[in-house]
């Protein structure tokens, strides 16, 4: 436990909500605790805002001090502030998520960080404070917002099966898709384009390769609501 | 201007934007204020936390004592927080949304609030600090829900004819509507019941009259992402 510095705002912090996908599943970033409170426990990567310093700012800051990674667009998702959250004093955190690709950032453990990793969502070791619920609200805005817009496509690889595409979105999800009705869903969208392409070198019957209709894709994302799956 | 009180977190506050439509428009409800800073201007009814309060109970209390308005339902938007939005110190303020009628409240001013009053959101003066982005913000906010889902249906009339039921959407949406492209989309919809019933005592030719079919209404709330208009 270290004493609150001058120029940070001692009852505001922010907490980073990273998912994390590699091909498998839904993954997330953790830190482990430096100091007290929950010394050694595996956390959110998150801070305290200093003074100076805009909330967006302060989000990226304190995730690339913890985590090293960097250059990340979060969002923000939502302020938690019950009265009993935070152990040593009265402190509101507001959340910022972002969905990223594991293999383009290099961890570094810093600040009040002495380890980071990745970690399933399905194996996750138990979380302090608030933090499972501040996970599990951005998980939940996440969810919603693949169903309602394309996101997350940047995840896959440039030309990709329909089964690689299923697996991103039952990653999110946390369910199995019912195969036949997922494709029809996704082709019916005019989001992706046939390349006349199959997989090469796969153990497997090879599959044939889609990409994303880029101009398409930004329409849809702009104008929000189109999935229904 | 006045002392901060110790049993506040004088560095956050909360914000309300509570948005009425009265059948004709939408409306805004703004509070003029008592002390410095902005003294005399009329703002968004806000004020700051209690140590000991969560912010949907702070939220609810600030509201009800600037304003009078109670049993309001409200939702939580986003927090503000750029370094110079508060002139006598650093504050973060995280803002809360609803939408009501307008007639269902009698208003009392009270607390920093000298007088309260709804506006036209068409009409409004001008507001200080950065309450114009807040106000912004929670009305793309509404426009994206109410495009995505069926939301403000509590506002209507229990028997309303399309006509009305439009010119909802067009005050939320702050646009005119296209009226047979806007019925044929809202039909299609199955959220509506044909009462088989005309509008009593019009001076024009007599509408139709609608209800909702609260069951699928429930539903479609429930699984989000329905509307597209």
Redesign the interface.
Known sequence: MREVPANI?E??SIDCVIFGFDGQGLKILLIRRKYEPSEGAWALPGGF?K?????DD?AKRILKDLTGAHDIYME?V??????NRYPLR?V?T?SYYALVKPEHFSLIAGADADRVDWFSVKEMPELPFDHHSILEYALQKLR?KV??QPVGFELLPKKFSLTELQSLYEAILGEELDKRNFRKKILKMKLLVDLKEKQQSVAHRAATLYQFDSKNYAIMQEK?????L
Chains 1, 2 share one sequence.
């Open positions: 705002l009852s505001i805002i003074r100076d310093e805009n909330l302060a923000q939502h302020a938690f502030g019950a009265v009265r509101i507001i919603y169903r309602s929000g609501v189109v999935f229904d």
